[in-house]
Structure formats: structure tokens, C-alpha cells
């Protein structure tokens, strides 16, 4: 031992952008997933926990550069192959599909949860490690796969602890826009790539209104737009009247889904592909309203965009509707928690064929955050029964007591510190949350009693009380040891009863 | 799109040693999961989820080569850092507990679950990706840490489903052994080369007591012992005298605790670290019976050797010791599904102080397979019940079937594939392992009926029925529409009933 070589201390870090989590952090994010599972199931979908690595080839879109592949994931080369840490859960599920098919009930629905890895720029709240919880239907184009995929996640938004009028769920289809452009006849769809950057430029507009105002998105639209500093963005070159029929797209949203169907129809009239848009999102609405979800949680909304260039048809987005104050004390609605759609080429890299698949991503974290301004979690975690030590001699006495109190279901254990100073042992307690201190000492065990310390009680009391409220309710009693379990559960009650 | 130049398909496998898990696979781990971290709660431990890569000088062990760091791990150079994939989950606790030990409770106790990688040549059930389920108690270097921990152990496997009778938690100490070699006088300790390479033969001598008998092991303690096929092993060179007193070790167990106390005491005499070993061992008995576990669940066992090499004090293992046939045909015990011991180096390499630590890890995937064996898990998955559909007109009508069903607790689906060919559904139903279909044409809907298949009794009554047998328990009955709800609850009963 003495002859070895000083080494330099390794730094106790994870690296850069990846966190740990610590016990109710993670009780709770097991707890809303093990509700959402609860529903996937319930409506016939299956989990799939597939593997963390992939093949660079078969995760695709990542092409190997020379060096290394492409940015974005945690990727390395192994013996001959390239292999790489999921970044999202759809693309293994697209090799997992094409491997399996022949096998795998058609359609297929399946629901995942679980990490994925991102190699991208750290910052403040965004990790390179996270959760993701998608559900999806493979090998169905039937409009009812999209409404049934949106029921799901209305009753999953109900079932985590989103209060109905709290949420909802709106829906939109690419190919009513795909539409709306035909008939504005701006985009010419024979040119793909100026359709694609057009298009783009169009997106990225509409998903401004918000910020922008009408007004603003116009001038996007046409030439550009010149903001309050000065700078000036690019428009996306539509004249005044082209503009306008996009312009109407975004405000096509009616009182009623008819007026809303109506309006869209209106706009996309003559356009094959924007009168199926309209088709589609007038299927999803019946099958929705037809169990019974109305437009006070799934509604028809034109003016969601976000996705819409990467799906092929329908797109959902469930946005909470509550008010949050953000960084600088504004009042704003707490925003999107999940989104998705339909995408019809998930297995073709793979089979050269197109198979038809639509679903949605949880966002695990955001929603969980949500969860936690609601108070829908994080209230309740006491924890255990802590029994201090008085004399190490009788250490199997106390591990008695633990065991007895866990027999009757209450969280216990004993202190395995050093005993000698008491004041760690209640400062232990402390950093534990324990709501009960036990004491033993020589005295207690040869009169046959033990201390039961109420410590959140004690708390209140050593920040508030007067000397009348330490008498009225005093925060430590005496019991026979007889009845330890007893006493330990009408104190726990009293103090459920008192939160 | 036609332009596209066609780049060559990507097979649809994962990378070699990594599976996928489908379904009841994933559900059926995650329950056993729960209840082991439901135990462990109610011990007072908390569970962590550190993050899936650490920094290779942070897991240690594992120097950088020129090109790559050493073989075991999955590793790659990321920016300036070599990152890898955790292999276990020890190390991370490791670099956490030196990372954070200012804020954690002390001791901490702490459980952790989750998937680690390893960089291996995979084989037959050897996969690259795989689970594990540690708890450790950090800082404490109290034998009631390890009696807990022993403790625990045992209400885990019971909690999942492993029956009293049907497992042994086997206690030993490698104090004890240090001792005995002390005693014996053939080992150096002040050569710490010649102890560690000795010390590494007769280990792997002792274990081996099951496979070669006395004998054999007395010839690998000595100078070394030819097999059957005329190989040679070279022994550890011990001198008969000396190699007897480690056989006595071996054979120390008693036929109560008391004597194998005895025994070991009488082996050890005159050694220091013998005898605290021996006192170690009679701390953890007296304890764990304290507690109520008596030598059928917990007991003192020399000849348990496994994890000797790494561990410092006491080493726990979990054995299961029901009979399963191997491959050959012949009975055998299934064998060990935890182990675990007290390590007292935990974060010196961060903080250059000891810390004592004790723990066990689970053998997940092994643990399952028993449950499975034992039928204490996969007898009861009942697939969702399957709304066909006859009309896809009617589909709304379906999805409320499916609505009701689900807001009644029962999983439904409808099928959402091409209806055309009838026969498909059925298959389908079939492959989703469903219990009922419901029929619903346009001849019932006009009847306000519904039809209710019992695919379950279908499939009995085609492959064995008599006619007789068809009339007396028909698998499909009329219900009224109104009724659904009832009629599939009574036959979802009859299905559970006559299992």
C-alpha cells in the first residue's frame, strides 16, 4: 500500500449537461408514468422497452462523418460498427417494427418510457440526459387510430392530476395547410426544395402569432419584417392576397368545430389534399365527440403549428391552460405538455415500404413540473420513523422496533451513525424528514416505556409557541413499549389530520 | 422524390448482445421492481437514479489507453473527456456520495435501479444491456448496518413472491479466512503481492468444494491437483498442516450457530483480525435473531466464498434452493440471485477518506426467471378485449364500446386495421391474446344487440369439443347493447373462474 503512486483525485462530477436524481424526485416521476402506463393499457397498447444503443445506421438521419457522425447523439465507433444512444424513442420503434412485423399484431399499438440522450448544448434546466413517454399506433391510417390516440392522452392528463378546464387538447392537419397554399397558389409542389424552404418560412410565421399579432405575421408573409431594434427577418415573399388566404388559415378557428369546418372548407375549396385535410380533422371530430370528449378538452384549433413539418396529416399539441408567472413575473399559461401526429414513412428506410403510424410524446419533466405547481405531488413524503440510539449495546433492541413498526407498514429504521452525540442523531432526523423520533435510554427500558418525539410538532412549536401551547400539546409523550406501534400511529394520524 | 438516389436499406437489428423487451417482459420486471423498492422504502432507504454516463476518471478503475480506454466498458472520447456508459451501480454511488456528502443524511442509505452496460462478448442469455437493483447503506460502519441489510434481503424475496423454505441467506466474513491464513502461517500479509495471488487460489480452491470434493480441494490447497482428462492445476502450495487448518474453515459450519461460532473461534485463535471476524459474525446473528430471522431464513455458513476477494467484513449471499432441472436433465439448486458484503474504499479515490459501506445487489433477470419457474409471475395476462368492426361507417359506435369498457376498468380496443377480411380480426384478436370479441352489424345494431365471442372457450371448445359440449356452453351469446358492460364482466369472471 505504501508503495504505491500517488494518483490525482478524480473529480466527483458528472459530465457535463447530466444530473442525478434523488428520492422523491424519483418516486414521483415513477409514480405519474406508472399512471400513464395505467391508461396506454387500458386502451390495448403494450410496452416496449427496446435497447439504449442502436446502430448509427439503423437510428439513420445520422450520417457518419469521417471522424464521428453527425451531431446530436452520443455515437462511437465499436469493432466495425458505428453505435450510437437513442435520442428520441420513434426511431427505434421504426427498427423494432420492421424487424419484428411478421411477428407483432398489425396494427400495432405500443406505448415506451424511458431516458434518451441528447449530445447537445447544456443549459440551465435542459439536460442531455431525459425522459421520454410516447405512444403510438403502427399500421393503421384509419382517422379513429388519431382520435382514439387523442382520447388516450386526455384521459392520462385527467389521470396524472390535470383538472378538467385545466388542459386541452387541440388538433390540426398538415394537409389543410398543404392546401391553403395550394389554392393560394404561391408554393409550387413540384419543386420540393423551394416548397420545403417556403413552407418553412410560412410555419415559423404562423407560430408567431402570438408574439407578433396579426400585424406582425403579415409582414412576414410578404417582404419581411423589421423589428423594434432594427433588425430585419426575411419574409417569405407571398404577395398581399396570398398572404391573406394564409392569414386566414390562422384565424380560421370558429365559435363551433361546424363554423371551424366550414371556414376551413372555404379556404381549401378545389384542393384535393386540402379538402381531405378537411375530411380528416371533421373524422376525428365525430369519433372524439361520439365518446363523449367535447370541445372543453379536444378541439379543432388552425392555428397550432408546431410539428406540422414534420407529420403528414393530423397533429395534436396538449397545452395546460393555467397561469404561471414566468422569469420575470409576467402572467402566461404553463403551455405545451405533449404533442405528435401522424407520419406515414416510419419503417420504409428499413422494407421500402410505407406503413402508416401516429402517436404522442409526453413531456415527462414539463409535465411533472406541472404536477408539482398544482401540488399534485410533492405534498406527502414523509419520512421514516427515526429511533435514535442511547446505548450501543442494545442495538438489537432498537432493529426490533423498526422491525415491528415496519411490520405495521410505517417506514422505520434505526440510527447506524456514531450515537455518542444525541444532537446529530435529531439532526439526522431532521435531514431524513422523519416525523417521529423514538428514545430508549437505560432509564425507559427498565421502567418498560419508551419517548415517542413528535418532530414536526416540535418544529412548530420551537419556531411559534408559548409555554400554554407546549403544555396543551406537548411534542414528546411517554408509552409502555407495549404499545409503541399504537401511539406511533395515532401521532402520525394527528399530524396528516393537522397539515 | 424520384430524384432521390437510393442509399442501401439498413438491416433492422440491434447491435450484437442487445435485445428489445415486449410487453408483459417490461411489465412483469417493472412490478417485481416495485415491490423490491417498496421493501426498501420501508427500511428507510431512498432510491437514487444517477445518470447514465459518467466520465471514465470518475468510474475509475478503468485507465485510458492510447487509443481507448480499457476493455468492460462502453467508452469514447467526447470533446476533451472520455465518457462511458455505467457498468454497474456502485461506482456511481461512489462518485455521488463524494459529490454530495455534505448535504446527504449520514449514513445514507440509499437503493438504485436501472440498466447498466458492459462492453463483453455476449452469449447465450449474456446480453450487453442489462438490469440491476442495488441497496447500500454508506457511513456506517455498525454491524446492524449488515444485519439490516440481511434482514431486508429476506423480506424482499419473500415480498416477490419467493416462499420461506424456498431460500437461505448465507452469512460469512473474510476477517475470518484472514485469519485462518494467519493461523496457518502460510501467508504474508506484509507482502501484499504473494497474499493477493495466494490468497486468489485458495478462494478459488474453496469454491470448488461443490464440484471436486474434499479431496480434490485439499489437492488445489497443496501443490496442485490433475483432472480426469490428465490437465494440471497448480496448487497454492500449502503445506499439509496448513492446508488442513483451511479445510477445517471450510467445515466449520455447525449444527447451530453457536458452534459454527465455536468452531470459527477455535480456528482463529491468537488472530486479531480473525477473531473481530468471528465477533462480527456472532454481532449479526445475535441481531438478526433479535429481529425474528432464525436460521431457516438467515445463517452463519463458512463455505460461502463468493465476493471473499473484493469484500472487506462480512459477505451476504441469496440462494434459492429449489430444485430446477439444467440443461443436461439433472436436478440441480437454482442457485444464488443476490450477494453483497461490506467494501470500506467507497470514495477514497475522491475524498481520500474511508468511509465504510455495505450493500447487496439483486440479480434481476435471474430473480425473474425464478418468480416465472415458481408460476409467481406471466399466468395472468389477459390481452384487451377486441370491438371488431363490421361497418366502417360505424366506427364511432365502436369507440364508445371501447369508452364504456375502459371507464368500467376493463382494456379494449377496436380494431383498427383493414375490416375487411373478417378472418383477419380474429386473427388479430388472437395474437393480442384477447379474451372476447364483440360483433356488432348492421343486423344487431338495427336489433339493438350486441354479439359476445369467448375466444378464450372458443379455442378449447374447437380444439376438443363434442356437440354436445357446443350447446351446453355456447362461445358466443346475444347480449342486448345495454347490457354489454354486464355481459362481458360475467364472462371475463366464468374465464378466471374455470382457469
Redesign the interface.
Known amino acids: 500500500?505504501a508503495k504505491q503512486k500517488k494518483a490525482p483525485?478524480?473529480?466527483?462530477?458528472?459530465?457535463r449537461g447530466?444530473?442525478?436524481?434523488?428520492?422523491t424526485?424519483?418516486?414521483e416521476r415513477?409514480k405519474m408514468l406508472?399512471e400513464i402506463?395505467d391508461v396506454y393499457?387500458?386502451?390495448?397498447f403494450?410496452?416496449?422497452?427496446?435497447?439504449?444503443?442502436?446502430?448509427v445506421?439503423?437510428l439513420?438521419k445520422f450520417l457518419p462523418d469521417v471522424d464521428r457522425p453527425n451531431e446530436g447523439v452520443?455515437?462511437?465507433l465499436?469493432e466495425e460498427?458505428w453505435?450510437a444512444l437513442r435520442y428520441d424513442l420513434t426511431a427505434p420503434l421504426a427498427?423494432?417494427y420492421?424487424?419484428h412485423r411478421n411477428e407483432?399484431?398489425?396494427?400495432y399499438?405500443r406505448f415506451a418510457m424511458g431516458?434518451v440522450?441528447r449530445?447537445e448544448k447544456p443549459g440551465p434546466g435542459r439536460f442531455?440526459?431525459f425522459y421520454q413517454c410516447d405512444a403510438d399506433?403502427v399500421?393503421?391510417a384509419?382517422m379513429?387510430?388519431d382520435?382514439?390516440i387523442c382520447?388516450m392522452l386526455s384521459?392520462t392528463l385527467e389521470r396524472v392530476g390535470i383538472s378538467r378546464g385545466d388542459y386541452i387538447i387541440r388538433v390540426n392537419n398538415r394537409k389543410v395547410l398543404n392546401g391553403v397554399m395550394e389554392v393560394a397558389g404561391v408554393l409550387d409542389p413540384l419543386d420540393?426544395d423551394r416548397f420545403t424552404n417556403e413552407r418553412g418560412i410560412v410555419l415559423r410565421a404562423i407560430d408567431k402569432l402570438d408574439r407578433l399579432g396579426l400585424e406582425g405575421v403579415r409582414q412576414l408573409l410578404g417582404e419581411g419584417r423589421k423589428d423594434d431594434s432594427g433588425d430585419f427577418t426575411k419574409g417569405a415573399g407571398l404577395g398581399a392576397g396570398q398572404a391573406e388566404i394564409v392569414m386566414g388559415f390562422m384565424q380560421a378557428l370558429g365559435d363551433t368545430t361546424v363554423r371551424t369546418l366550414d371556414n376551413l372548407q372555404a379556404l381549401v375549396a378545389g384542393s384535393g389534399v386540402g379538402e381531405t385535410g378537411v375530411d380528416e380533422l371533421r373524422q376525428i371530430s365525430?369519433?372524439v365527440?361520439?365518446?363523449?370528449y367535447e370541445t372543453d378538452r379536444i378541439m379543432l384549433d388552425p392555428s397550432v403549428v408546431r410539428g406540422l413539418g414534420y407529420y403528414t396529416g393530423p397533429v395534436y399539441e396538449a397545452e395546460l391552460t393555467f397561469k404561471i408567472k414566468d422569469e420575470k413575473g409576467r402572467l402566461r399559461q404553463f403551455g405545451s405538455v405533449a404533442g405528435g401526429g401522424r407520419y406515414d414513412d416510419l419503417?420504409k428506410?428499413?422494407?421500402?415500404q410505407e406503413v402508416p403510424a401516429t402517436g404522442i410524446s409526453i413531456g415527462v419533466d414539463r409535465l411533472l413540473a406541472a404536477l408539482r405547481m398544482k401540488g399534485r405531488v410533492g405534498q406527502t413524503a414523509p419520512?421514516?420513523v427515526?429511533i435514535t440510539v442511547m446505548d450501543?449495546d442494545r442495538?438489537?433492541?432498537?432493529?426490533?422496533m423498526?422491525?415491528e413498526l415496519?411490520a405495521a407498514?410505517?417506514?422505520?429504521?434505526?440510527y447506524?451513525?456514531n450515537p455518542k452525540n444525541f444532537g446529530n442523531q435529531l439532526k439526522?432526523a431532521d435531514?431524513?424528514k422523519s416525523p417521529i423520533a423514538i428514545i430508549e435510554g437505560d432509564v425507559e427500558k427498565a421502567a418498560g416505556i419508551v419517548q415517542i418525539k413528535d418532530l414536526i410538532l416540535g418544529a412548530e412549536l420551537a419556531k411559534k409557541a408559548s409555554l400554554e401551547e407546549w403544555k396543551a400539546r406537548p411534542s414528546q409523550i411517554e408509552s409502555p413499549r407495549a404499545e409503541l406501534i399504537e401511539q406511533v400511529r395515532k401521532m402520525l394520524l394527528a399530524q396528516a389530520l393537522s397539515e
Open positions: 500500500m483525485r478524480p473529480r466527483a462530477v458528472p459530465p447530466f444530473r442525478d436524481y434523488f428520492g424526485d424519483v418516486s415513477s406508472r402506463a393499457q387500458l386502451y390495448g403494450e410496452q416496449l422497452e427496446s435497447s439504449a444503443i442502436e446502430t445506421e439503423a439513420g452520443f455515437a462511437w465499436e460498427d453505435l427498427r423494432v420492421a424487424q407483432l399484431p398489425n396494427p399499438r431516458p440522450w449530445n442531455r440526459q399506433t399500421g393503421s384509419s379513429a387510430a382520435a382514439e382520447a384521459d420540393p365525430d369519433l365527440v361520439a365518446q363523449g419503417v428506410r428499413f422494407t421500402g419520512g421514516p427515526v450501543r442495538m438489537s433492541d432498537y432493529q426490533s423498526a422491525a415496519r407498514g410505517i417506514r422505520a429504521e434505526v447506524l451513525g439526522y435531514k431524513r
